[in-house]
């Protein structure tokens, strides 16, 4: 440690005495990294909300995301990803404790993780408990977006040793923002192409805050996990207006679903596609602008993402970090006639996850194999050796990350309301009510990647059918086990109190006039 210490005083001298010679300031933080002592891998952790595949590492054409597809080219690319719950506070409370909600207890926002599992112990906890600085920037466990912006939301206290809750211009300047419901920013659709720059807006505050922390751990020999949760691109997609003038509105296309279709769903299904009255068959001019402001925030994103990777380079601590970057669901841009999440369709339970390991010897490549983002929890732990609490029923995916055509399991499943789904490589099986007497749903992705073509009533699928009836009926019976050492499990815990929510768009008119408030 004495050691380490003069080493670093020598190199800042040196700096300082020489000037513009040898020692530039990035060699100097190199050389100040290379000082970090650590037997332990740290982690990054970087999650989006509300972001889809909608990613040029994922085969999206249009969306310009240069920094998460190099993130891609460096770790592994899971295709076929999916969260367990397609909805921010229960898919953020599975991931952070590797259970399925059945387990959590946990199936609406706003509730309280140590209300429904008191004695669980949480990934961010996990860290802390072996010796790690376990820091929070931003969104991890649920807030409402974007009221609670600059809160610590429904947060866990016990996962973090710090916590950092940035606050920008895309509050302040709520009330310039477009929305299909007055005064309502993040349960509709809202967007606004901002003045101003990236350090302005949460997002990118929480990239500069991220920058800092790298920059103190460089100089510490104690291992970090740092979980940085960006709040975009949910709504409202809020971005400066330069990431807006990368694409040509009206070059966008938006998906298109006959009125036939409707009525080869089950009723369930047809509710969840048709939850936002005010979000049905949006005139293509709008739509169109809607969906440019989506890619423009997720583009936003990606370039916090970069500021992000660049400093952690710069300091060399890419060397000794395992990155991670995914989100908690996906999201309809109007698949199925659908704008936002809240179904059982790919577009809504499909998540980026890309994992980023030093010893990987299999950058850049992809694997098939159904995976779920409960299955973080397990992986982290395997790759910094260590051991995974009893209560995690996640997979590790480090024998995928060793052969990228291996498989941890056959199926991923995602829970709406009440119904179940399954993912495997070729097949989604969707299956609604306690006994299915809601009505089934079969897609085959070799034919039929969209899900338009409900096949369980074909014939010629029933072995399938059969077949996966079985997977789903034991999914669903694992997934609602009450994992080893989880302690006290509460049924009914109730989501917090929600006091009346008073933004800056509420006390200001689009002039940014302050009036009264309503009543």
């Not at 996990?225 to 966008?252: C, M, N, S």
């Not at 790919?346 to 983002?373: C, D, F, H, W, Y």
């Amino acid at each position: 440690m004495i050691k380490n210490i003069l080493n670093i005083k020598l190199f800042i001298v040196l700096f300082f005495i020489c000037g513009c010679s040898e020692y530039s300031k990035k060699e100097m933080r190199n050389n100040i990294a290379s000082s970090y002592k650590s037997d332990k891998f740290n982690v990054l952790l970087i999650i989006a909300d509300d972001l889809n595949c909608d990613i040029g590492a994922y085969g999206n054409q249009v969306i310009k995301t240069p920094n998460i597809d190099r993130l891609a080219k460096r770790g592994i690319l899971f295709e076929n990803a999916h969260n367990q719950y397609p909805l921010c506070g229960p898919s953020r409370a599975s991931f952070m404790t590797g259970m399925y909600t059945n387990q959590t207890k946990i199936t609406k926002n706003n509730m309280n993780l140590r209300n429904s599992v008191p004695d669980v112990i949480t990934l961010g906890q996990r860290f802390r408990q072996q010796g790690y600085q376990s820091v929070r920037i931003g969104k991890m466990f649920h807030y409402d977006n974007p009221s609670a912006i600059g809160t610590s939301g429904n947060d866990d206290i016990y996962s973090w040793d710090q916590t950092i809750n940035p606050y920008g211009r895309d509050k302040i300047e709520e009330y310039k923002i477009n929305t299909l419901k007055p005064r309502r920013y993040g349960g509709t659709l809202s967007w606004l192409a901002s003045d101003g720059k990236d350090d302005e807006q949460t997002d990118g505050i929480a990239a500069t805050e991220a920058i800092k922390k790298l920059d103190n751990f460089a100089k510490r020999e104690t291992p970090f996990f740092l979980a940085v949760g960006f709040y975009r691109p949910h709504t409202p997609f809020v971005a400066p207006k330069k990431y807006f003038d990368l694409y040509d509105q009206e070059k966008i296309e938006i998906p298109q679903v006959s009125s036939e279709y409707l009525e080869t769903l089950p009723l369930p299904a047809v509710k969840s596609i048709r939850a936002k009255k005010n979000q049905i068959d949006l005139n293509k001019e709008l739509a169109q602008e809607i969906k440019e402001a989506y890619y423009a925030t997720i583009s936003f994103v990606d370039a916090q993402v970069g500021r992000i990777l660049d400093q952690l380079e710069a300091l060399g601590l890419d060397k000794n970090t395992i990155i991670v970057f995914t989100s908690d669901h996906g999201y309809h841009m109007g698949e199925h006639g659908h704008w936002q999440k809240q179904t059982l369709f790919e577009n809504s339970t499909r998540i980026p996850l890309i994992i980023s390991a030093p010893n990987s010897e299999n950058k850049g490549q992809k694997s098939m194999s159904p995976v779920e983002l409960i299955d973080l929890y397990p992986t982290l732990m395997s790759l910094t050796n260590i051991n995974t609490p009893k209560h995690v029923v996640g997979k590790s995916l480090e024998p995928i990350m060793n052969n990228v055509n291996a498989s941890v399991r056959g199926s991923a499943l995602t829970r709406w309301r009440n119904g179940y789904s399954i993912k495997t490589k070729r097949y989604r099986l969707t299956k609604w009510g306690s006994n299915g007497e809601l009505g089934y749903e079969l897609y085959d992705h070799k034919n039929d990647k969209y899900e338009l073509i409900n096949l369980a009533n074909n014939k010629d699928y029933n072995e399938v059918m059969d077949s996966l009836k079985l997977v789903i009926d034991k999914r669903i019976s694992d997934a609602s086990i009450k994992p080893q050492s989880l302690g006290r499990q509460f049924e009914n815990a109730k989501p917090m109190y929600k006091a009346k929510n008073i933004t800056f768009g509420d006390i200001h008119d689009i002039n940014g006039e302050i009036t009264h408030l309503k009543n």
